[in-house]
C-alpha cells in the first residue's frame, strides 16, 4: 500500500495522539470492564462481536453480539468520552443470547464485547469501526 | 511470474476504484415485496446523463439495509406519528385532515407528480405548499414550520402512498418556466466554491467527496431519515446545506427559487421510484 | 414525559410450541447524551431511556440496561421462545421517571 503525503502525516498526528490520549480513554473502558467482570480473566472465543468495518455516520452504527451461553453481555466504545454503551441481560425466554442495536461512536475506535457465561467466566472480543467524516453535512 | 505480477498491479489498480466509484449492483426490494425500480433509463430532459439511479445505490450496506425493512427504517416513527396526527382537530374550523380526506391512502400518486403548477393561482406548488394551504384556508390553523417534524411527518405519510411508483412530474405547459429557472440554478455555480448542482451531482457522481461517496443528487426519496440529524429532512433543507457547504448564502427553504430547483432536480428523477421516506447517511 | 415517545413493536401473530421467533423493536426517543452543548455553551444535560425489558407471561427474555452511546430512536432486536400463547410486555423506563409500556399478544399452536 502506497502512502499519500496526507496519509502518512496522519498516521504520524494519529500515532502522536495515541501517545497522548488513549491513556484516559483506555481506563475509562477498563474501568467499565473491571466492574463488570471483577477483574476476572476473559478467555477469546465465545462470544461474537458483528459491527461495520466502516461507518458512513457515527450517528447510527449497527451491531450486533451474539455469546451462546451467556447470561449477560456488557458493550463498550473504547474511545467514545463515556465508554459505556449498553449491558444485555438475557432471562430464560431468551431463545439465543444474542441481540442488535444501533450505537453512536465519537470517531474511529475499537468496539468490546464482554460476556458472562453462565459458569460465572467471561469472554471478550472487539471490533475495529472506521468512522467517517462526510464532506457535506447539513 | 511476469503475467502474475501484472495481474497483481491490476488488482492492485481496480480494487481501490471497484470499492468507491460508481453506484452499487443491489437491487432495492423494500419488505421483501415491493421491487423499487432504483435504476432506469434517463428522462431526454437531463441531458447529460444516460443512466439514472437512486441515492440508495451510493450507500453502505448497513445504511442500506435500514431502508429495506419498514421496521428497521427509524423513518416510519414520525411516519406513525403523522398518522396520528392526520386524525387530530385543530384550529378554529374544528377539523384534522381527515374531516375532509379519506386516509391518507387517498393520496396515492401524489408525490409522484408533485412539485405542479396550481391551476388556480398559476404558481408551482410543492407538498408543503398543499399541506399550509388545508392548514390555514380549511382547519383555520396556523401554517407548519417547512422543516418542522410537524410538517415533514405528513408530507412523509402522504409520499410514502405514492411508494414504488415512477416519479413523473410534468415540464411542459404551465411548469416550463420553472422548470427553466430550476435548470438555470442547477448549472450556476454558488458560493465561493463557486460549485453548482452539476459540478458534484453531474459531473462527479461516484466519486468521493472528502468521505462522502457522490450521487446523483435525486430527490425522490424525500424526506429522507438522515441519520446524521436522525430526523426526517427536507428536500429544501437539504438543498440549503448543499448551497452552504458551497460557503454560499442560501436561498430560504419554502423560497420560490427552492420550488424552481426542486421541480427541477424531481424531473431529472423522473422514472426512478418514489422511495419516501428513504435513509441516508 | 419527554414529548412525542412513541413505541413501535415487531412480533409474529402466530407460532409453532417452541419456535424460535424473532422480536424488533423501535422507540422515538431524542437520547440526549449529556456531551452536547447548546449555543450559549451550556451543556444540555443528559436525557435517556436508560432500561429497556421485554417479558413473555412474566418470564424475562431481555433486560437491557441503556447508555448515552445508544443512538436516538433507540432499536433493539433480539430472539425469544414462545412455550404457549400469550402477551409480551415492553417496558422502556425515561431518565425523567416516564415508564412507556406496550403489549403485544401471540398465538402459540
Known amino acids: 500500500m502506497e502512502l499519500s503525503r ?133 | 511470474m511476469y503475467t502474475k505480477v501484472l495481474t497483481a498491479v491490476a488488482a492492485l489498480l481496480t480494487i481501490p476504484v471497484t470499492a468507491m466509484a460508481g453506484p452499487d449492483e443491489d437491487n432495492l426490494v423494500i419488505n421483501d415485496e415491493l421491487d423499487m425500480i432504483s435504476v432506469t433509463e434517463a428522462p431526454a430532459h437531463a441531458e447529460n446523463l444516460d443512466t439514472i ?37 385543530e384550529g378554529a374550523a374544528g377539523k384534522s385532515c381527515a374531516s375532509c380526506h379519506d386516509g391518507a391512502e387517498s393520496f396515492k400518486g401524489l408525490q409522484a407528480s408533485m412539485p405542479k403548477v396550481d391551476a388556480e393561482s398559476g404558481k408551482l406548488v410543492v407538498m408543503e405548499d398543499l399541506i399550509n394551504k388545508c392548514r390555514t384556508e380549511h382547519m383555520e390553523a396556523d401554517v407548519w414550520k417547512w422543516s418542522g417534524a410537524d410538517m415533514q411527518g405528513i408530507v412523509a405519510l402522504i409520499g410514502l402512498q405514492s411508494r414504488g411508483m415512477p416519479m413523473n412530474v410534468a415540464i411542459d405547459g404551465d411548469a416550463a418556466l420553472y422548470w427553466e429557472q430550476g435548470r438555470e440554478m442547477y448549472y450556476t455555480r454558488f458560493g465561493q466554491l463557486e460549485l453548482s448542482c452539476a459540478n458534484c451531482h453531474e459531473d462527479n457522481w461516484g466519486n468521493m467527496i472528502r468521505a462522502d461517496h457522490l450521487s446523483q443528487g435525486m430527490i425522490n426519496g424525500f424526506p429522507t431519515y438522515r441519520l446524521k440529524q436522525a430526523k426526517l429532512i427536507s428536500r429544501h433543507n437539504r438543498f440549503r446545506g448543499c448551497i452552504r457547504d458551497t460557503r454560499a448564502e442560501t436561498f430560504a427553504e419554502g423560497s420560490d427559487e427552492f420550488r424552481a430547483l426542486e421541480l427541477y432536480v424531481a424531473s431529472r428523477g423522473n422514472g426512478l421510484s418514489v422511495e419516501t421516506p428513504a435513509v441516508r447517511q | 414525559m419527554a414529548s412525542g415517545v412513541k413505541p413501535r413493536v415487531k412480533v409474529p401473530k402466530k407460532a409453532a410450541a417452541g419456535e424460535t421467533i424473532t422480536i424488533k423493536t423501535l422507540i422515538s426517543h431524542k437520547m440526549e447524551s449529556g456531551q452536547r452543548k447548546d449555543k450559549e455553551g451550556n451543556i444540555i444535560p443528559r436525557s435517556i431511556i436508560n432500561r429497556f425489558t421485554c417479558e ?36 422502556w423506563y425515561d431518565d425523567d421517571g416516564s415508564v412507556y409500556d406496550t403489549r403485544k399478544s401471540i398465538e402459540v399452536a
Open chain 1, 6 to 138: 496526507r496519509e502518512t502525516l496522519a498516521l504520524g498526528l494519529g500515532a502522536a495522539v495515541l501517545a497522548l490520549v488513549p491513556f484516559r480513554a483506555n481506563a475509562a473502558a477498563e474501568d467499565a470492564i473491571a466492574a463488570f467482570t471483577g477483574g476476572a480473566d476473559m478467555a477469546d472465543g465465545g462470544v461474537t462481536l458483528t459491527a461495520p468495518e466502516i461507518a458512513e455516520n457515527g450517528n447510527t452504527v449497527p451491531i450486533e453480539v451474539s455469546a451462546p451461553g451467556a447470561t449477560s453481555i456488557l458493550i463498550v466504545a473504547a474511545g467514545n468520552p463515556e465508554p459505556g454503551v449498553a449491558t444485555f441481560n438475557f432471562g430464560p425466554l431468551a431463545a439465543e443470547q444474542a441481540a442488535s442495536t444501533r450505537i453512536r461512536l465519537a470517531g474511529t475506535q475499537d468496539v468490546v464485547a464482554v460476556a458472562k457465561m453462565a459458569d460465572s467466566s467471561f469472554a471478550k472480543a472487539s471490533a475495529t469501526v472506521k468512522v467517517t467524516i462526510g464532506g457535506c453535512g447539513g
Open chain 3, 56 to 91: 413473555f407471561n412474566g418470564e424475562l427474555v431481555v433486560d437491557v440496561t441503556l447508555e448515552p452511546a445508544i443512538s436516538t430512536n433507540p432499536y433493539f432486536q433480539f430472539e425469544a421462545n414462545v412455550p404457549e400463547s400469550g402477551d409480551f410486555v415492553f417496558t
Open chain 2, 53 to 89: 439511479y437512486s441515492g440508495w445505490h451510493f450507500r453502505t450496506d448497513e445504511t442500506q439495509a435500514l431502508q429495506i425493512d419498514d421496521f428497521d427504517n427509524p423513518a416510519m416513527i414520525f411516519v406513525d406519528q403523522a398518522a396520528d396526527t392526520f386524525e387530530t382537530v
